[in-house]
């Protein structure tokens, strides 16, 4: 059974950085495309960035140059590199992993995923 684990979330100031892990157990990245999702208070979850199991990396337009999804394999581990962040990144941050395995690319749509972690608050506040 998948498992899967946020850390690294916090305080940061406006202008900030924010790495954020998400670790894999159950089954290697291989096979697994992960996607990083987010929910401020009174909003719907959104879709940030997806990492597919072939290593294609997918973003949201808000976050397209400030954010990078990237894989360390052998840690089995997904991060979320988030530079220069504005209040409006405020949420909590959960990974999940696709449904479907060895996908070329993906796409963050909530309902495409099946496996959730507990999510990470991100609070960029000065």
């Known amino acids: 059974q998948l498992r899967l684990v946020e850390s690294g979330g916090g305080l940061v100031q406006p202008g900030g950085s924010l790495r954020l892990s998400c670790a894999v157990s159950g089954r290697t990245l291989d096979y697994l495309s992960i996607a990083w999702f987010r929910q401020a208070p009174g909003k719907e979850r959104e879709g940030v960035s997806c990492i597919s199991s072939s290593g294609s990396t997918n973003y949201v337009d808000s976050v397209k140059g400030r954010f990078t999804i990237s894989r360390d394999r052998a840690k089995n581990t997904v991060y979320l590199e988030m530079n220069s962040l504005k209040p409006e990144d405020t949420a909590l941050y959960y990974c999940?992993?696709?449904?479907?395995?060895?996908?070329?690319?993906?796409?963050?749509?909530?309902?495409?995923?099946?496996?959730w972690g507990q999510g990470t608050q991100v609070t960029v506040s000065s």
């Open positions: 999940a992993a696709h449904r479907l395995l060895l996908l070329r690319s993906c796409v963050p749509t909530a309902a495409d995923f099946g496996s």
